[in-house]
């Protein structure tokens, strides 16, 4: 199946993403089921009602933008989940000041995990409780650390 990149789909939705209130913060496509997943969320938090009201609001206007060429698709728009990966500068400022957890490819002064305080992304570069600075090109994953 022929599709449209994920930026122009992004760009294209950007506007329907600040009237219903939310961020994008991620799409993909799974060629397998032919679908379309837009990962939406909100400061405060996303519900049903808000995860519907988007789809709703992009149906339509994504179907005429035609992104498979006139192929069937299936569109999703969820929440990323707490766990999600930080991928963009904006991910990392959102979550400054909140407990955070990375996953290293290699070790770091002996150590592949690290949790700590999120207190800054300067320079591509992660700094926990202010003084561990991890560059973001050596992180597997960084992402909400899930207490429970």
Request: hydrophobic content about 40%; charged content about 30%.
């Given at each position: 199946m022929k599709v449209k990149p994920i930026a122009e789909i992004v760009a294209f939705l950007q506007p329907f993403a600040e009237e219903t209130g939310v961020f994008i913060v991620d799409a993909e496509w799974d060629m397998r089921t032919r679908s379309l997943t837009v990962y939406i969320d909100?400061?405060?938090?996303?519900?049903?009602?808000?995860?519907?009201k988007f789809h709703r609001a992009v149906?339509?206007?994504?179907?005429e933008l035609d992104p498979t060429f006139g192929a069937p698709y299936t569109l999703n728009c969820s929440s990323p989940g707490l766990d999600r990966p930080?991928?963009?500068?904006?991910?990392f400022m959102r979550h400054i000041g909140e407990k955070v957890?990375?996953?290293?490819?290699?070790?770091?002064?002996?150590?592949k995990y690290y949790e700590g305080v999120l207190t800054a992304f300067e320079d591509n570069t992660v700094v926990l409780n202010g003084e561990l600075r991890?560059?973001?090109e050596k992180c597997a994953k960084v992402c909400l650390l899930i207490e429970v």
């Amino acid at each position: 199946m022929k599709v449209k990149p994920i930026a122009e789909i992004v760009a294209f939705l950007q506007p329907f993403a600040e009237e219903t209130g939310v961020f994008i913060v991620d799409a993909e496509w799974d060629m397998r089921t032919r679908s379309l997943t837009v990962y939406i969320d909100k400061e405060g938090g996303l519900d049903l009602i808000t995860c519907e009201k988007f789809h709703r609001a992009v149906d339509g206007p994504l179907d005429e933008l035609d992104p498979t060429f006139g192929a069937p698709y299936t569109l999703n728009c969820s929440s990323p989940g707490l766990d999600r990966p930080f991928k963009k500068q904006e991910d990392f400022m959102r979550h400054i000041g909140e407990k955070v957890e990375v996953h290293l490819y290699a070790p770091i002064g002996g150590k592949k995990y690290y949790e700590g305080v999120l207190t800054a992304f300067e320079d591509n570069t992660v700094v926990l409780n202010g003084e561990l600075r991890i560059p973001f090109e050596k992180c597997a994953k960084v992402c909400l650390l899930i207490e429970v």
